[in-house]
C-alpha cells in the first residue's frame, strides 16, 4: 500500500478574530489541551498583565506567572516554576518574547503550549523555534509547535503599531527566503519540501498583495494567517528554511553587530528581503516589496531604522556568518565590500527615495 498522505505538525486549534479572547476558556477546556483546567499562565508585565483581570474569571484553574523578559534564564526559570505544579498545559500570553519564553519552558517540562499573541511583531507565534537571548547574544531552540493558537483581532490593533507592522516584514520575506531556497536546490542539490515552499510563499504574497493596512480588520486577518501560515511551514519542513534566508541573516547581522541599536525583527527582515531580491537580479520584486514597505511605514533604507549605508554594508558581509551552512544569494555572490557597496548604490537607485 503506498503512502498517500503525511501526517503534518499543526494547531488542534487556530481562531483568529475579533472577540476571540472572549471563547478563550472554552478553547483550553478542550479534552486535547486540558483535561483538569490546571494551566500554567505566562504573561508579560505589559500586555498580558494588563488582560490578566479580564481573563482570571474564566479560568480558575490557572496559575498565573509573570515573566520578566525574553531571556534564556527567564524561559529555565519559568519552567522551574511550573514544573512541580502538575499542569495540564502552558498558556503564553503577550507579546513575542513572553511567547518564546512559555514554548521554551513548555518543551522543557513536556506540556503542550497554548500561543495567546498579543501582538504581530513576527512569525514566531506559531513557529517550532524559540528565539533567546543568551549570554552569546541570542540563540534559536527547537521547540514543538503550538497545540493551539487564539489571536483576539481587537486586541491586535490595540497594539503599537511598529509592533503590528514588523509583522508585515517578516511574512514578506518569505518570498525572499523562498527565491534563496530554491537558489540552493539549483546550484548546491538542496532538496526543497514543495509544501512548505507553497505554504511560505502564499502566506507572503498574501500579504504583499492586500490593499489594506493595519487599520483594517480584513488585512490583520490576512497578516495573522500569514504568520501562523508561516510557523506551520517551518514545521512541515523541519527547520526555518521556508520562512529564513538572506533576510534573516542580514537581520542576524544587525543583532549581533549592533545589540544596542538593532530595530524590530520584521523591520530588519522586511530591509533585508527587499535588498536581497535586488542582489539577484529580481529589480521588478524588489521594487515592488520596497513600494509596500514603504506604504505600511515600514523602513528600506538603514538610515530608516537609524544606520548609515558603512554600517549596512557592515551587516550585509557579515551576514554569512551568522548561518553556518545555509546557502543564499549572499554566499552564492560572495561579494567584496566594494561590490556590496557599488549594489547598495544600485538599490537606492532602483527604489527611489
Given at each position: 500500500?503506498?503512502?498517500?498522505?503525511?501526517?503534518?505538525?499543526?494547531?488542534?486549534?487556530?481562531?483568529?478574530?475579533?472577540?476571540?479572547?472572549?471563547?478563550?476558556?472554552?478553547?483550553?477546556?478542550?479534552?486535547?489541551?486540558?483535561?483538569?483546567?490546571?494551566?500554567?499562565?505566562?504573561?508579560?508585565?505589559?500586555?498580558?498583565?494588563?488582560?490578566?483581570?479580564?481573563?482570571?474569571?474564566?479560568?480558575?484553574?490557572?496559575?498565573?506567572?509573570?515573566?520578566?523578559?525574553?531571556?534564556?534564564?527567564?524561559?529555565?526559570?519559568?519552567?522551574?516554576?511550573?514544573?512541580?505544579?502538575?499542569?495540564?498545559?502552558?498558556?503564553?500570553?503577550?507579546?513575542?518574547?513572553?511567547?518564546?519564553?512559555?514554548?521554551?519552558?513548555?518543551?522543557?517540562?513536556?506540556?503542550?503550549?497554548?500561543?495567546?499573541?498579543?501582538?504581530?511583531?513576527?512569525?514566531?507565534?506559531?513557529?517550532?523555534?524559540?528565539?533567546?537571548?543568551?549570554?552569546?547574544?541570542?540563540?534559536?531552540?527547537?521547540?514543538?509547535?503550538?497545540?493551539?493558537?487564539?489571536?483576539?483581532?481587537?486586541?491586535?490593533?490595540?497594539?503599537?503599531?511598529?509592533?503590528?507592522?514588523?509583522?508585515?516584514?517578516?511574512?514578506?520575506?518569505?518570498?525572499?527566503?523562498?527565491?534563496?531556497?530554491?537558489?540552493?536546490?539549483r546550484v548546491k542539490g538542496e532538496k526543497?519540501?514543495?509544501?512548505?515552499?507553497?505554504?511560505?510563499?502564499?502566506?507572503?504574497?498574501?500579504?504583499?498583495?492586500?490593499?489594506?493596512?493595519?487599520?483594517?480588520?480584513?488585512?490583520?486577518?490576512?497578516?495573522?494567517?500569514?504568520?501562523?501560515?508561516?510557523?506551520?511551514?517551518?514545521?512541515?519542513?523541519?527547520?526555518?528554511?521556508?520562512?529564513?534566508?538572506?533576510?534573516?541573516?542580514?537581520?542576524?547581522?544587525?543583532?549581533?553587530?549592533?545589540?544596542?541599536?538593532?530595530?524590530?525583527?520584521?523591520?530588519?527582515?522586511?530591509?533585508?528581503?527587499a535588498f536581497a531580491m535586488f542582489l539577484?537580479?529580481?529589480?521588478?520584486?524588489?521594487?515592488?516589496?520596497?513600494?509596500?514597505?514603504?506604504?505600511?511605514?515600514?523602513?528600506?533604507?538603514?538610515?530608516?531604522?537609524?544606520?548609515?549605508?558603512?554600517?549596512?554594508?557592515?551587516?550585509v558581509e557579515f551576514a554569512p556568518q551568522?548561518?553556518?551552512?545555509?546557502?543564499?544569494?549572499?554566499?552564492?555572490?560572495?561579494?567584496?565590500?566594494?561590490?556590496?557597496?557599488?549594489?547598495?548604490?544600485?538599490?537606492?537607485?532602483?527604489?527611489?527615495?
Open positions: 500500500m503506498p503512502v498517500l498522505t503525511r501526517l503534518i505538525p499543526s494547531p488542534v486549534v487556530v481562531d483568529i478574530r475579533p472577540g476571540a479572547l472572549d471563547d478563550l476558556g472554552c478553547v483550553l477546556a478542550d479534552q486535547r489541551v486540558s483535561h483538569s483546567g490546571k494551566l500554567a499562565v505566562a504573561v508579560s508585565g505589559g500586555s498580558g498583565a494588563r488582560l490578566r483581570q479580564r481573563l482570571e474569571p474564566s479560568l480558575p484553574g490557572a496559575t498565573w506567572y509573570e515573566v520578566g523578559g525574553g531571556t534564556l534564564d527567564d524561559a529555565v526559570r519559568l519552567a522551574g516554576d511550573i514544573k512541580a505544579g502538575h499542569y495540564d498545559a502552558v498558556v503564553g500570553l503577550g507579546g513575542g518574547k513572553i511567547i518564546d519564553c512559555a514554548k521554551f519552558a513548555a518543551a522543557r517540562v513536556g506540556l503542550p503550549l497554548v500561543a495567546v499573541p498579543t501582538n504581530l511583531a513576527h512569525d514566531g507565534l506559531c513557529s517550532p523555534v524559540a528565539t533567546l537571548d543568551n549570554d552569546a547574544g541570542r540563540g534559536s531552540y527547537g521547540v514543538p509547535n503550538p497545540i493551539a493558537v487564539v489571536i483576539d483581532l481587537d486586541v491586535i490593533r490595540e497594539a503599537p503599531a511598529r509592533f503590528v507592522r514588523a509583522g508585515i516584514g517578516d511574512a514578506v520575506s518569505n518570498i525572499s527566503a523562498i527565491a534563496d531556497w530554491e537558489l540552493a536546490h526543497i519540501d514543495g509544501l512548505a515552499a507553497a505554504i511560505a510563499r502564499q502566506a507572503g504574497e498574501a500579504v504583499l498583495r492586500h490593499p489594506g493596512g493595519i487599520e483594517d480588520i480584513a488585512f490583520l486577518q490576512v497578516l495573522a494567517e500569514a504568520l501562523v501560515l508561516s510557523g506551520i511551514a517551518m514545521s512541515v519542513s523541519g527547520d526555518s528554511r521556508p520562512s529564513s534566508g538572506a533576510c534573516h541573516e542580514i537581520n542576524h547581522a544587525f543583532d549581533l553587530l549592533y545589540p544596542r541599536r538593532a530595530a524590530a525583527h520584521g523591520e530588519q527582515c522586511g530591509l533585508g528581503a539577484r537580479g529580481a529589480h521588478e520584486e524588489s521594487a515592488h516589496m520596497a513600494e509596500v514597505l514603504r506604504r505600511h511605514g515600514l523602513p528600506v533604507l538603514p538610515e530608516e531604522i537609524g544606520f548609515s549605508p558603512d554600517e549596512f554594508v557592515r551587516a551568522t548561518r553556518p551552512g545555509r546557502f543564499t544569494i549572499l554566499e552564492h555572490l560572495d561579494l567584496t565590500t566594494d561590490q556590496i557597496k557599488d549594489m547598495y548604490t544600485d538599490y537606492v537607485k532602483a527604489i527611489g527615495s
